[in-house]
Nanobody
Framework: QVQLVESGGGLVQTGGSLRLSCAAS????????MGWYRQAPGKQRELVAV???????NYAGSVKGRFTVSRDNAKNTVYLQMNSLKPEDTAVYYC??????????????WGQGTQVTVSS
């Protein structure tokens, strides 16, 4: 089994910054893509930013230039640096990882979610 543990959410004012972390642990052989999604009340979950093991990134248009995704492959950890936060960034942020297990199977895992609230 694999667990994703997120940290770093909270309450911040407009224009502020937060850094999210997500550490994966368990029966991991490798992780291809890791990243972040978010879900605001009444809305569908949406991609925020993802990064491959090789460092290729993909961002939602709404966060480009403000958010930066990075990862430490040795620690199976992904980060999301969020700057210039806006009230519309308020959501529950979920970590996601595409994991190949020690037995060769591949599975998509989700974290429990961390609340980010941006006050105006």
């Amino acid at each position: 089994q694999v667990q994703l543990v997120e940290s770093g959410g909270g309450l911040v004012q407009t224009g502020g910054s937060l850094r999210l972390s997500c550490a994966a642990s368990g029966s991991i052989f490798s992780i291809n893509v890791m990243g972040w999604y978010r879900q605001a009340p009444g809305k569908q979950r949406e991609l925020v930013a993802v990064i491959t093991s090789g460092g290729t990134t993909n961002y939602a248009g709404s966060v480009k230039g403000r958010f930066t995704v990075s990862r430490d492959n040795a620690k199976n950890t992904v980060y999301l640096q969020m700057n210039s936060l806006k009230p519309e960034d308020t959501a529950v942020y979920y970590c996601n990882a595409d994991v190949r297990s020690l037995w060769g199977t591949e599975h998509d895992y989700w974290g429990q979610g961390t609340q980010v609230t941006v006050s105006s």
